[in-house]
Structure formats: C-alpha cells, structure tokens
C-alpha cells in the first residue's frame, strides 16, 4: 500500500526572536517522524516576507535542516495558505498540514492531526485549543471573540469548536478549490469554516496544546478585527447562505 504524502507547511511572519526555538522544534519533529512508517512526511518553511530579519535567520539556522521558501511580496495569511496549497497540489502531496511558526502551538500534536485527518478519511481537522492544555493567559479581548464567533458559527451549521484555528490537517483535493473562494487576510478560517460546512466536507477536531507566554500577532487591531470577524460571521449566515439554499432551490426547480 502506498503511504500518504503529507506536507507539513510553517508558516512564519516576523518571529525572528522565535526561530531558533522553531528551527529546534523542527529538528526534534523531524527525528520522531524517522520512526513513522505510515506516513511519508515532508517539512516545508514558508516565510511570509517578514519585515524583520526572520528570513535571514531561518537560512542561517536551518542549514538544509528542510526546504525554505521566502518570497519577495507579502501575500497575508490566507494569500500564502493558497499558495502552499498550489505547491501540495503541484508536488502531489495528499495531505496538507498547517503549522503557525509563532510557536503558539506544539509540534506534539502534529501527529495527532494527521493520524486522524488519515485513518478516518477526513476532509479537514482542527487543532482546536484545549484549555486543559493552555500556557499563560488568553488575552481577554480573544477570549471573548473567539467565544462569540463560534457560536455564530453554528449558524451555518458548523460543528467544530475553535474554526478559526490556524493549526489544520487539510486533504488537499477536496479542499483545493475551496481555499480559492475565501479571503487572503485573517478572514481566510471564517470563510473556510462557511464553504467547507456549505460543502458538506467531512471534518474532525484534536484538542491541542496553546501558548500564550510570549504572545504576538501579526494583526495591528485585534478589536478591529475580531468587529470585522462578527459583521462577516453575519454576512456569510445571513445573506450568502440564503442567497446560495434559493439558488439551489431555484437550479432543482428547473
């Protein structure tokens, strides 16, 4: 039987006082996987033109450790989700595993995701965030948004705890298409979690590890965004699902 191909893609973006825990993250995720005989692993660095000196630092760090990519454009969060999933359709990997390089996350889990995004024959899994398993202190402005937004979730029907959890499995094939339909910034979570639900794709969650010691965003506004987050949430429930159930009902009508 032929193991599945997986990419496991980092995505980093001004961490340059965090890489050389990430590349030490690397090195011990890459030694464990030697003894995986399930899966043929493959760890990729995408960085997303830092400002900082993040790329410099990652050359000189990983030293062939695994493939490096630093494009000259800054493509935003979802901009460069889409290209890492043209590059796993491009080399034909079946699964794409996406990891945040802001070490908010722990490479232990990694397995976890793909085990059971594979051996269940998921379309997509979470790495939810377990508050068991919680670092520091969520800040309060995230907590409560995060809260908000997954009940308004719910209203298209979305049965995943945390959907805008960066950290996923995806199966590249059935996800493929979908990643086009949604935003290059931070909404690209939102609108996935809308059009993987409206789509029927099948999904599963792992909680995980979280660690807010030393966190960092890359969003200027969290507020501002979490607002933007909730008036799209609306949006994507209120007007797009209805507009889309009358087209369908409309195309059977015919």
Request: charged share 25%; hydrophobic share 35%; glycine share 6%.
């Amino acid at each position: 039987m032929t193991k599945p191909r997986i990419l496991v893609a980092i995505l980093v973006y001004n961490t340059a006082s965090k890489i050389d825990r990430l590349c030490a993250g690397i090195r011990t995720f890459l030694e464990a996987q030697h003894a995986d005989a399930a899966h043929e692993i493959c760890v990729t660095v995408f960085d997303d033109a830092s400002r900082d000196d993040s790329a410099n630092i990652l050359r000189n760090t990983l030293q062939g450790l695994c493939p490096l990519e630093t494009p000259d454009i800054n493509r935003g969060y979802g901009g460069l989700v889409k290209h890492v999933f043209e590059q796993a359709r491009l080399q034909q990997y079946d699964y794409l595993c996406i990891f945040p390089g802001d070490l908010q996350r722990s490479f232990d889990d990694v397995p976890r995701l793909i085990t059971l995004c594979t051996e269940k024959d998921l379309d997509v899994v979470a790495g939810s965030k377990d508050p068991s398993r919680m670092r520091g202190t969520m800040p309060l402005n995230r907590k409560y948004g995060n809260i908000l937004l997954k009940y308004l979730t719910r209203l298209w029907g979305e049965t995943i705890t945390d959907p805008l959890a960066g950290f996923k499995c995806y199966k590249v094939f059935p996800c493929y298409k979908i990643v086009w339909l949604c935003q290059s910034r931070f909404g690209f979570d939102l609108d996935f979690s809308f059009w993987s639900t409206y789509l029927r794709l099948k999904k599963g969650e792992v909680p995980c590890t979280v660690s807010y010691e030393d966190h960092t965003s890359a969003i200027r506004s969290t507020t501002w965004q979490g607002f933007r987050f909730v008036m799209r949430s609306l949006l994507l429930a209120c007007i797009l699902k209805p507009a889309l159930r009358c087209l369908q009902y409309t195309t059977t009508k015919r």
